[in-house]
């Protein structure tokens, strides 16, 4: 983690990675969210040096809530998510399944 970040922002990165492990997400991009998350909140709080105008104008990530979030394309959880879930509960076979054959395999469809 930067070394500008404080004590609650690095909470606030942690609590966010593991949540979106939680979800199904790999390591990386759980980093990734978390990481994104936290800098927008810095930037918006003018702690950052440099910040994009839209990470200073938008709505917090917060506030947004996943609303933009996926907006084109299928719903759902994704296709990781659901084969994290099948290899919890020990479905055979999940590797070769499509999105759509995991989601009627764990009851989903």
Do not use: C, F
């Amino acid at each position: 983690m930067p070394k500008e970040w404080t004590g609650k922002q690095e909470r606030q990165y942690e609590h966010i990675k593991e949540s979106a492990e939680e979800r199904g997400e790999g390591t990386k991009r759980a980093k990734e969210i978390a990481a994104r998350t936290v800098n927008k909140n810095r930037a918006q709080s003018g702690q950052s040096k440099t910040a994009s105008r839209s990470s200073v104008k938008d709505k917090s990530p917060q506030q947004r809530g996943g609303q933009r979030s996926g907006s084109k394309g299928p719903k759902g959880p994704t296709r990781d998510q659901l084969y994290n879930e099948a290899k919890k509960r020990n479905i055979k076979g999940r590797s070769t399944m499509t999105k759509s054959q995991l989601a009627k395999a764990l009851g989903k469809a």
